[in-house]
Nanobody, 123 residues
Framework: VQLQASGGGLVQAGGSLRLSCAASGRTFSTYGMGWFRQAPGKEREFVSTISWSSMITYYTDSVKGRFTISRDNAKNTVYLQMNSLKPEDTAVYYC?????????????????WGQGTLVTVSS
């Protein structure tokens, strides 16, 4: 599986961005999908995840109520809608896929990683 993330960019605080992650392969609908991020000088952290069926989603506390994860299995794509962005959301955002099909919060449980897309939020 190859993952291609897009949609990052520069936005002012309070603004919105929608990240997309397009996956290759015919088994996308069976994968759990996730988004992680890594800010400059910091460790990679979990942001959000969605199960194969979209029935289960999780978010890290700092983005709850502002970010929404979704997926379109017909388009092999997972999205991260980010609203009310803050400077502390600035990071490279990575799309991930897990063959478990579950919504997973731990990076070690993911099998595939995209190249990342940079989100910069100015104050």
């Amino acid at each position: 599986v190859q993952l291609q993330a897009s949609g990052g960019g520069l936005v002012q605080a309070g603004g919105s961005l929608r990240l997309s992650c397009a996956a290759s392969g015919r088994t996308f609908s069976t994968y759990g999908m996730g988004w992680f991020r890594q800010a400059p000088g910091k460790e990679r952290e979990f942001v959000s995840t969605i199960s194969w069926s979209s029935m289960i989603t999780y978010y890290t506390d700092s983005v709850k109520g502002r970010f929404t994860i979704s997926r379109d299995n017909a388009k092999n794509t997972v999205y991260l809608q980010m609203n009310s962005l803050k400077p502390e959301d600035t990071a490279v955002y990575y799309c991930t896929a897990t063959e478990t099909g579950r919504a997973q919060k731990v990076d070690d449980l993911y099998d595939y990683w995209g190249q990342g897309t940079l989100v910069t939020v100015s104050s």
